[in-house]
């Protein structure tokens, strides 16, 4: 069966510090992966999607950014975090059918 | 691009009242549908879809959901709601062979019992 891990669950950095969020899929291949960042009233936000290895289509214009080095991993980013990044990150795969986006647990970000 | 708006961002409603939330998309081309739950403390669940065929597509718990084309709309509807549906609820689109997926800015319900 297919799972996805994302961690770390929470996160607490200090302004100017770098990011590292981390999701892999297992129990499928060649999936689309999705970055988003849930607030409060503003629902899931999409920030990147990625439809194979290298490939990134970027929806927001910020300081975060996102790889896909293998298959099943995908990664976001950040050289220099913002107080306003903090929130709620999570990761979905998807494999183009009729099946629902499956969602990672999150990881809560705290920029202090 | 395409976006989703839920124009209801708070609804509050007694036990056994009927329930519609609305769902509008700015997308033209065909489009793959959802309702997403997320109960509080939860992970967002999947409620409904709809992908083709009979525009009126039932889910899980009771939920209904109408896709109107000309109306660029999919709501969500309950004849019947009750004290467990309180929860907050997210409209998503897909466009046809597009990998995005969009989400509204979400509904929270409240229900009174």
């Known amino acids: 069966s297919q799972t996805i891990h994302q961690w770390p669950a929470t996160l607490v950095q200090p302004v100017g510090s770098p990011l590292s969020l981390e999701c892999t899929v297992e129990?499928?291949?060649?999936?689309?992966l999705y970055w988003y960042r849930q607030a409060a009233g503003r629902g899931l936000q999409l920030l990147f999607y990625?439809?194979?290895?290298?490939?990134i289509s970027s929806e927001v214009p910020q300081n975060l950014s996102a790889s896909r080095p293998q298959d099943r991993q995908f990664i976001l980013s950040s050289k220099k975090l913002l107080l306003s990044d903090s929130g709620f990150y999570l990761c979905?795969?998807?494999?183009?059918?009729?099946?629902?986006?499956?969602f990672g647990n999150g990881t809560r970000l705290t920029v202090t | 691009a395409q976006s989703v708006s839920q124009h209801n961002h708070h609804v509050i409603l007694s036990e056994a009242a009927s329930l519609e939330l609305g769902c509008n998309y700015s997308y033209g081309g065909t489009v793959n549908l959802f309702w997403y739950v997320q109960y509080p403390g939860q992970h967002l669940q999947l409620l409904l879809k709809y992908f083709s065929g009979d525009p009126l597509v039932k889910g899980i718990k009771g939920f209904e959901a109408e896709f109107i084309k000309s109306k660029f709309s999919f709501n969500l509807r309950k004849p019947s709601v009750q004290w467990s549906d309180t929860a907050e609820y997210f409209c998503?689109?897909?466009?046809?062979?597009?990998?995005?997926?969009?989400f509204g800015a979400g509904t929270r319900l409240t229900v009174k019992p």
């Open positions: 990625s439809v194979g290895i290298g490939q």
């Open positions: 979905a795969w998807w494999d183009r059918g009729v099946s629902p986006l499956h």
């Open positions: 998503a689109v897909n466009t046809y062979n597009n990998n995005d997926m969009r």
């Open positions: 129990g499928t291949s060649n999936p689309n």
